[in-house]
Each structure stands twice: as structure tokens, then as C-alpha cells.
């Protein structure tokens, strides 16, 4: 199994920025992919997000050029560095990873974009 546990959610104005950060409990060079997706209130969940171990990322189009996605095997870590942050990017934001073809979530972290 796999546990993946978020952080560095919160409320930030408009324009703002928001770093969110995914560690997991064993080392990621063995999940593959990891990404992150959102769901806001009444709507489904979307990838944001993903990348492979061998950095190949994908966005969602809503979010290219704003968000870039990271990874560190060493420090088991998952990063999506969110720039110019709109309302519309309002949601709980997951970790995703796909373990021998399976897939774990963490427990989500809150993303409010408001002024």
C-alpha cells in the first residue's frame, strides 16, 4: 500500500501563488504515475496535473502556463507549484499515485482563491 499525505493548501487572493506539496510513504521511483487533481463543489474530479518518472508531464489546459508540476524520488515528494491563482481554481486539490496498477489518494487539502 501507499499513503500519500498533502500539504500547503489555504486561501490566497487573486493572482496569488500556492505550493503544494504530496509525500509519500515509500520511495515514488515505483509509482508511476503521480499527479494531482481537484474537485470543486458539484462537479467531478479533473486531473490537473501528472507526471512519470521519467518527467514527462501533462496539464489540464485550464492550468498550463500557471501550474508546473515536480517531482523528487529522493525526498519521496510531489510538488505542483500554482501561480496566478483565479477563483475558478477553487477546490480540494488531491495527490494521486499509481502503485503496480493501482490507485492511492491522499486525503485532499483545501484551495480557496478569494479576495
Known amino acids: 500500500q501507499v499513503q500519500l499525505v498533502e500539504s500547503g493548501g489555504g486561501l490566497v487572493q487573486p493572482g496569488g501563488s500556492l505550493r503544494l506539496s504530496c509525500l509519500a510513504s515509500k520511495t515514488i521511483g515505483t509509482i508511476n504515475p503521480m499527479g494531482w487533481y481537484r474537485q470543486a463543489p458539484g462537479k467531478q474530479r479533473e486531473l490537473v496535473a501528472d507526471i512519470t518518472i521519467g518527467g514527462r508531464t501533462k496539464y489540464a489546459d485550464s492550468v498550463k502556463g500557471r501550474f508546473t508540476i515536480s517531482r523528487d524520488n529522493a525526498k519521496m515528494t510531489v510538488s505542483l507549484q500554482m501561480n496566478s491563482l483565479k477563483p475558478e481554481d477553487t477546490a480540494v486539490y488531491y495527490c494521486?499515485?499509481?502503485?503496480?496498477?493501482?490507485?492511492?489518494w491522499g486525503q485532499g487539502t483545501q484551495v480557496t482563491v478569494s479576495s
Open positions: 494521486n499515485g499509481r502503485y503496480v496498477g493501482i490507485d492511492y
